[in-house]
């Protein structure tokens, strides 16, 4: 893992990994929706409206397991003052909460016609939209202070307490009473789920996590050429006895 | 093709929770595509 601290051997490390990751997402996210939208079958009892599980699972997927990466970023950042666990903490927060918000608003979606009612307080969507204010609130916490490494400290910290949310999150169907229906694919035993639509669901999973990883990629990768130009940037003003060493081309 | 554009009737929840996911997705792929962009050209270098 260390390894990959350098920013010039992420670099490397990225751009041999992002032709795959950008290709899978298109081929990922083409044969997913043609499943999802037209070749799967409509549910005997929710008809077409299951169509929107398709996206609406992958986004509650991954809104959680962008935030378990959340938590390890920022832990490795507070515990080793890790840079590239700090520079990807702050890249994958806000991609955390689209996915958040997506999985709330998709989620209403299906439930104004499935249970009639766009929202419920009960803990399943309680602690999900805590989850969105979690992350929302570690992007303006990271962003809070003049200096950044108090930000990303702050942040981190954050990040870490909230990540108690998380088994609440997924135990929220077992613990209370609730209109949200429990896990119907990671069980232990098989799932409860036909194969007609388990296989375009974990199609579109796969292709929301390959589009996470190919954007975390770009974003970390800007987030470093950034800091490279501000760094270069300080020593210029800092005079020319000081000047920033010619960069091999 | 109308049927299937009528989504037996629930077109208004399952054509905007797709509208929604692309709207998102593509916004936020398309904020990060820029930011990298701007700032590779502030930093040209291989960036030792």
């Known amino acids: 893992m260390q390894r990959f601290a350098n920013p010039l051997?992420?670099?490397?490390?990225?751009g041999a990994l992002l032709p795959w990751?950008?290709?899978?997402?298109?081929?990922?996210?083409?044969?997913?929706?043609?499943?999802?939208?037209?070749?799967?079958?409509?549910?005997?009892?929710?008809?077409?409206?299951?169509?929107?599980?398709?996206?609406?699972?992958?986004?509650?997927?991954?809104?959680?397991?962008?935030?378990?990466?959340?938590?390890?970023?920022?832990?490795?950042?507070?515990?080793?003052?890790?840079?590239?666990?700090?520079?990807?903490?702050?890249?994958?927060?806000?991609?955390?909460?689209?996915?958040?918000?997506?999985?709330?608003?998709?989620?209403?979606?299906?439930?104004?016609?499935?249970w009639g009612t766009w929202w419920v307080w009960d803990a399943r969507l309680t602690s999900v939209l805590l989850l969105f204010f979690i992350y929302l609130g570690y992007v303006a916490l990271?962003?809070?202070?003049?200096?950044?490494?108090?930000?990303?400290?702050?942040?981190?910290?954050?990040?870490?307490?909230?990540?108690?949310?998380?088994p609440v999150i997924k135990f929220s169907v077992d613990w209370w009473n609730t209109l949200h229906q429990p896990a119907s694919v990671s069980r232990l035993d098989a799932p409860a789920i036909h194969a007609d639509m388990l296989i375009p669901l974990l199609t579109m999973a796969a292709a929301f996590t390959a589009y996470f990883a190919t954007v975390l990629l770009w974003r970390i990768e800007a987030a470093l050429a950034a800091n490279r130009a501000a760094a270069r940037r300080m020593l210029a003003e800092a005079g020319p006895s000081a000047a920033a060493p010619r960069v091999r081309r | 093709m109308s049927e299937y554009l009528a989504m037996g009737g629930y077109a208004a929840f399952v054509w905007p929770a797709y509208g929604l996911t692309v709207l998102v997705l593509a916004a936020l792929a398309g904020v990060s595509w820029r930011a990298r962009t701007a700032a590779r050209r502030d930093d040209p270098g291989d960036g030792a």
Request: with cysteine.
């Open chain 1, 9 to 14: 051997r992420f670099k490397r490390l990225s």
């Open chain 1, 21 to 114: 990751t950008s290709a899978a997402t298109v081929l990922l996210f083409a044969a997913g929706l043609w499943m999802a939208l037209a070749a799967s079958p409509a549910d005997y009892q929710q008809g077409e409206t299951v169509r929107i599980m398709y996206v609406h699972v992958p986004a509650a997927w991954m809104a959680m397991f962008v935030y378990a990466n959340l938590t390890i970023a920022s832990a490795v950042a507070l515990v080793w003052r890790h840079r590239l666990a700090e520079v990807a903490a702050r890249a994958m927060a806000p991609m955390g909460a689209c996915f958040t918000a997506l999985c709330l608003a998709t989620g209403s979606l299906w439930g104004k016609p499935m």
């Open chain 1, 142 to 166: 990271a962003n809070a202070f003049e200096d950044e490494a108090r930000g990303n400290r702050a942040a981190s910290v954050l990040a870490v307490v909230g990540a108690i949310n998380l």
